[in-house]
Protein backbone atom coordinates (compact mmCIF):
# COMPACT_ATOMS: atom_id res chain seq x y z
CA UNK A 1 0.00 0.00 0.00
CA UNK A 2 3.04 2.83 1.22
CA UNK A 3 4.20 1.88 -2.78
CA UNK A 4 0.96 2.88 -4.07
CA UNK A 5 0.60 5.50 -2.10
CA UNK A 6 4.27 6.60 -3.64
CA UNK A 7 3.21 6.72 -7.25
CA UNK A 8 2.88 9.70 -9.42
CA UNK A 9 0.20 8.99 -11.27
CA UNK A 10 -3.31 7.12 -11.31
CA UNK A 11 -5.43 5.65 -13.78
CA UNK A 12 -8.99 5.36 -12.31
CA UNK A 13 -12.01 3.31 -14.03
CA UNK A 14 -15.59 4.98 -12.91
CA UNK A 15 -18.23 2.65 -13.39
CA UNK A 16 -18.18 0.18 -10.33
CA UNK A 17 -14.94 2.72 -8.79
CA UNK A 18 -16.18 5.84 -8.45
CA UNK A 19 -19.97 5.49 -8.91
CA UNK A 20 -22.88 3.11 -10.30
CA UNK A 21 -25.34 4.95 -12.09
CA UNK A 22 -26.07 8.13 -10.22
CA UNK A 23 -25.09 6.83 -6.71
CA UNK A 24 -21.25 7.76 -5.31
CA UNK A 25 -19.25 4.58 -4.18
CA UNK A 26 -18.17 4.74 -0.13
CA UNK A 27 -14.48 6.60 0.19
CA UNK A 28 -14.77 8.21 -3.59
CA UNK A 29 -14.85 11.29 -1.97
CA UNK A 30 -12.01 10.66 0.45
CA UNK A 31 -9.95 9.21 -2.06
CA UNK A 32 -10.26 11.87 -4.51
CA UNK A 33 -9.21 14.74 -2.03
CA UNK A 34 -6.55 12.75 -1.22
CA UNK A 35 -5.48 13.00 -5.03
CA UNK A 36 -5.70 16.43 -5.39
CA UNK A 37 -4.28 17.98 -2.19
CA UNK A 38 -1.35 15.40 -2.30
CA UNK A 39 -0.89 17.23 -5.87
CA UNK A 40 -0.83 13.88 -7.59
CA UNK A 41 -1.42 13.02 -11.03
CA UNK A 42 -5.24 11.27 -12.24
CA UNK A 43 -7.05 10.59 -14.97
CA UNK A 44 -10.27 8.73 -15.30
CA UNK A 45 -10.16 6.44 -18.30
CA UNK A 46 -13.95 5.14 -19.21
CA UNK A 47 -15.00 2.58 -21.34
CA UNK A 48 -18.26 4.23 -21.59
CA UNK A 49 -19.10 6.37 -24.20
CA UNK A 50 -22.14 7.73 -22.95
CA UNK A 51 -20.71 10.98 -22.07
CA UNK A 52 -18.50 13.67 -22.56
CA UNK A 53 -15.64 14.73 -20.21
CA UNK A 54 -17.60 17.48 -19.45
CA UNK A 55 -20.79 15.66 -18.75
CA UNK A 56 -18.88 13.47 -16.76
CA UNK A 57 -17.42 16.68 -14.52
CA UNK A 58 -20.47 17.73 -14.03
CA UNK A 59 -22.01 14.27 -12.66
CA UNK A 60 -19.64 14.23 -10.26
CA UNK A 61 -20.00 17.69 -9.08
CA UNK A 62 -23.50 16.66 -8.64
CA UNK A 63 -22.41 13.73 -6.32
CA UNK A 64 -20.21 16.46 -4.45
CA UNK A 65 -16.78 16.24 -5.99
CA UNK A 66 -15.31 18.75 -7.98
CA UNK A 67 -12.73 17.45 -10.85
CA UNK A 68 -12.12 19.53 -13.90
CA UNK A 69 -13.23 17.96 -17.44
CA UNK A 70 -9.38 17.42 -18.40
CA UNK A 71 -9.46 14.72 -16.63
CA UNK A 72 -11.05 12.73 -18.33
CA UNK A 73 -10.62 10.06 -21.04
CA UNK A 74 -13.31 8.25 -22.72
CA UNK A 75 -13.62 4.93 -25.29
CA UNK A 76 -15.21 7.58 -27.31
CA UNK A 77 -12.65 9.89 -27.84
CA UNK A 78 -10.21 6.72 -28.19
CA UNK A 79 -12.25 5.21 -31.05
CA UNK A 80 -12.35 9.04 -32.90
CA UNK A 81 -9.22 9.27 -32.50
CA UNK A 82 -8.44 6.07 -33.83
CA UNK A 83 -10.31 6.31 -36.89
CA UNK A 84 -9.29 9.49 -37.65
CA UNK A 85 -5.63 8.23 -37.71
CA UNK A 86 -6.67 5.71 -39.90
CA UNK A 87 -8.13 7.53 -42.68
CA UNK A 88 -8.49 11.27 -42.14
CA UNK A 89 -11.67 12.73 -43.19
CA UNK A 90 -13.85 9.49 -42.78
CA UNK A 91 -17.09 8.76 -42.44
CA UNK A 92 -19.04 6.31 -39.67
CA UNK A 93 -22.41 5.26 -39.33
CA UNK A 94 -23.12 5.47 -35.43
CA UNK A 95 -25.18 3.04 -33.07
CA UNK A 96 -24.48 5.31 -29.71
CA UNK A 97 -25.57 8.44 -27.50
CA UNK A 98 -24.59 12.22 -28.92
CA UNK A 99 -20.95 12.10 -26.89
CA UNK A 100 -20.06 9.43 -29.20
CA UNK A 101 -21.10 11.30 -32.42
CA UNK A 102 -19.62 14.97 -31.12
CA UNK A 103 -16.02 12.67 -30.35
CA UNK A 104 -16.45 11.77 -33.72
CA UNK A 105 -17.19 15.19 -34.93
CA UNK A 106 -14.43 16.83 -32.92
CA UNK A 107 -11.86 14.50 -35.09
CA UNK A 108 -13.53 15.52 -38.36
CA UNK A 109 -15.25 12.12 -38.83
CA UNK A 110 -18.82 12.61 -40.01
CA UNK A 111 -22.15 10.97 -40.60
CA UNK A 112 -23.24 8.49 -43.35
CA UNK A 113 -25.95 5.91 -43.61
CA UNK A 114 -25.43 5.03 -47.33
CA UNK A 115 -21.88 4.05 -48.17
CA UNK A 116 -19.97 5.14 -44.56
CA UNK A 117 -16.11 3.46 -44.05
CA UNK A 118 -16.91 2.37 -40.63
CA UNK A 119 -19.82 1.20 -38.60
CA UNK A 120 -19.48 2.36 -35.06
CA UNK A 121 -21.18 0.79 -32.33
CA UNK A 122 -20.97 2.05 -28.40
CA UNK A 123 -22.96 1.42 -25.42
CA UNK A 124 -26.84 2.92 -25.80
CA UNK A 125 -29.90 2.60 -24.37
CA UNK A 126 -31.44 3.42 -27.85
CA UNK A 127 -30.39 -0.07 -29.69
CA UNK A 128 -32.75 -1.36 -31.72
CA UNK A 129 -33.77 -4.06 -34.42
CA UNK A 130 -33.96 -1.35 -37.14
CA UNK A 131 -30.24 -0.10 -36.63
CA UNK A 132 -28.37 -3.60 -36.23
CA UNK A 133 -30.22 -4.33 -39.73
CA UNK A 134 -29.07 -0.92 -40.95
CA UNK A 135 -25.20 -2.05 -39.71
CA UNK A 136 -25.21 -5.52 -40.73
CA UNK A 137 -26.18 -4.69 -44.71
CA UNK A 138 -23.45 -1.84 -44.46
CA UNK A 139 -20.80 -3.92 -43.20
CA UNK A 140 -21.62 -6.57 -46.06
CA UNK A 141 -20.83 -3.98 -47.95
CA UNK A 142 -17.54 -2.63 -46.48
CA UNK A 143 -17.76 -0.80 -44.21
CA UNK A 144 -15.37 -1.78 -41.20
CA UNK A 145 -16.94 -2.67 -37.92
CA UNK A 146 -16.00 -1.21 -34.94
CA UNK A 147 -16.76 -1.39 -31.16
CA UNK A 148 -15.88 1.65 -28.37
CA UNK A 149 -15.09 -0.92 -26.04
CA UNK A 150 -14.92 -4.64 -25.12
CA UNK A 151 -17.05 -4.93 -22.23
CA UNK A 152 -20.27 -7.03 -22.33
CA UNK A 153 -21.69 -6.38 -19.48
CA UNK A 154 -21.77 -2.68 -17.35
CA UNK A 155 -23.01 -2.31 -13.55
CA UNK A 156 -25.32 0.21 -12.52
CA UNK A 157 -27.63 0.91 -9.11
CA UNK A 158 -29.32 -2.00 -7.33
CA UNK A 159 -26.68 -4.47 -8.36
CA UNK A 160 -28.19 -4.32 -11.88
CA UNK A 161 -25.92 -5.62 -14.88
CA UNK A 162 -26.84 -4.32 -18.40
CA UNK A 163 -25.88 -5.64 -21.72
CA UNK A 164 -22.52 -3.51 -22.47
CA UNK A 165 -20.67 -2.57 -26.13
CA UNK A 166 -19.75 -6.01 -26.79
CA UNK A 167 -22.86 -7.81 -26.26
CA UNK A 168 -24.40 -5.10 -28.75
CA UNK A 169 -21.91 -5.99 -31.63
CA UNK A 170 -22.31 -9.23 -31.32
CA UNK A 171 -25.25 -10.01 -33.56
CA UNK A 172 -24.00 -7.38 -36.21
CA UNK A 173 -20.95 -9.90 -36.21
CA UNK A 174 -22.76 -13.31 -36.37
CA UNK A 175 -24.65 -11.62 -38.83
CA UNK A 176 -21.74 -10.46 -41.12
CA UNK A 177 -19.13 -13.22 -40.37
CA UNK A 178 -17.08 -10.11 -39.92
CA UNK A 179 -15.10 -9.38 -36.12
CA UNK A 180 -15.00 -6.18 -34.87
CA UNK A 181 -12.33 -3.88 -33.76
CA UNK A 182 -12.26 -2.80 -30.19
CA UNK A 183 -11.05 0.66 -28.24
CA UNK A 184 -11.07 1.08 -24.57
CA UNK A 185 -9.30 -0.84 -22.02
CA UNK A 186 -7.41 -2.94 -22.79
CA UNK A 187 -6.41 -1.63 -25.91
CA UNK A 188 -2.75 -0.42 -25.72
CA UNK A 189 -3.91 2.87 -27.74
CA UNK A 190 -6.38 3.22 -24.64
CA UNK A 191 -3.35 2.89 -22.47
CA UNK A 192 -0.76 4.77 -23.99
CA UNK A 193 -3.32 7.78 -24.43
CA UNK A 194 -4.00 7.74 -20.18
CA UNK A 195 -0.32 7.83 -19.77
CA UNK A 196 -0.17 10.65 -21.95
CA UNK A 197 -2.26 13.01 -19.84
CA UNK A 198 -0.83 11.62 -16.57
CA UNK A 199 2.67 13.01 -18.16
CA UNK A 200 4.61 9.89 -16.76
CA UNK A 201 5.99 6.36 -17.51
CA UNK A 202 3.67 3.19 -17.14
CA UNK A 203 6.22 2.21 -14.45
CA UNK A 204 5.09 5.83 -12.29
CA UNK A 205 1.48 4.88 -12.79
CA UNK A 206 -1.31 2.64 -11.24
CA UNK A 207 -4.17 1.70 -12.84
CA UNK A 208 -7.51 1.13 -10.18
CA UNK A 209 -10.58 -0.42 -11.66
CA UNK A 210 -13.13 -2.92 -11.32
CA UNK A 211 -12.78 -5.59 -13.94
CA UNK A 212 -10.02 -8.04 -14.31
CA UNK A 213 -10.45 -8.77 -18.46
CA UNK A 214 -9.93 -4.81 -19.00
CA UNK A 215 -8.74 -2.63 -16.17
CA UNK A 216 -6.32 -5.55 -14.99
CA UNK A 217 -4.91 -7.30 -17.60
CA UNK A 218 -4.50 -3.52 -19.00
CA UNK A 219 -2.43 -2.48 -16.48
CA UNK A 220 -0.75 -5.74 -16.47
CA UNK A 221 0.24 -5.80 -20.28
CA UNK A 222 1.08 -1.53 -20.14
CA UNK A 223 3.84 -2.64 -16.92
CA UNK A 224 1.34 -0.59 -14.53
CA UNK A 225 0.65 -1.27 -10.67
CA UNK A 226 -2.77 -2.78 -10.21
CA UNK A 227 -5.26 -2.49 -7.61
CA UNK A 228 -8.68 -3.98 -8.12
CA UNK A 229 -11.70 -3.17 -6.23
CA UNK A 230 -14.68 -4.98 -5.15
CA UNK A 231 -16.93 -2.56 -5.11
CA UNK A 232 -18.26 -3.12 -9.49
CA UNK A 233 -18.17 -6.65 -10.90
CA UNK A 234 -15.72 -8.38 -9.62
CA UNK A 235 -15.33 -10.83 -6.42
CA UNK A 236 -13.04 -12.36 -4.98
CA UNK A 237 -14.13 -15.95 -6.70
CA UNK A 238 -14.42 -14.27 -9.91
CA UNK A 239 -10.80 -13.31 -9.66
CA UNK A 240 -10.11 -16.71 -9.05
CA UNK A 241 -10.69 -17.59 -12.97
CA UNK A 242 -8.29 -15.64 -14.56
CA UNK A 243 -4.48 -16.65 -14.86
CA UNK A 244 -3.28 -13.61 -13.67
CA UNK A 245 -4.05 -11.12 -10.53
CA UNK A 246 -3.90 -7.78 -9.55
CA UNK A 247 -1.06 -6.34 -7.50
CA UNK A 248 -3.28 -6.22 -4.54
CA UNK A 249 -7.49 -6.49 -4.09
CA UNK A 250 -9.74 -3.54 -2.15
CA UNK A 251 -13.30 -3.11 -1.06
CA UNK A 252 -13.18 0.06 -2.32
CA UNK A 253 -11.08 3.04 -3.10
CA UNK A 254 -11.22 4.37 0.29
CA UNK A 255 -9.29 2.09 1.70
CA UNK A 256 -6.22 3.32 -0.27
CA UNK A 257 -5.74 5.93 2.01
CA UNK A 258 -7.58 5.16 5.14
Same mark, same amino acid.
Given at each position: ?? *???? @?????????????? #? =???????? *????? &?????? @??????????????????? !????????? %?????????????? !???? @???????????? %?????????????? /???????????????????????? =??????? @??????? /??????????????????? %????????????? &????????????????????????????????????????????? !???? #????? *?????????? =??????????? *?
Amino acid at each position: MK *EIME @KHGFICDMDGVIYH #G =NKILDGVK *EFVTW &LIENDK @KFVFLTNSPEKTPHELSMK !LERMGLKVS %ADHFYTSAMATAEF !LSGQ @KPGCTAYVIGEA %ALTKALYDQGIYMN /DVNPDYVVVGETSTYSFEKITKAT =NLVLKGA @KLIGTNP /DTTAPTEGDRIIPDCKALV %APIEIATGKQAYY &LGKPNPLMMRSGFHRLGCKSEDAVIIGDRMDTDIIAGIESGATTV !LVLS #GVSTR *ETVEQFPYGP =NIILNDVGEIV *E
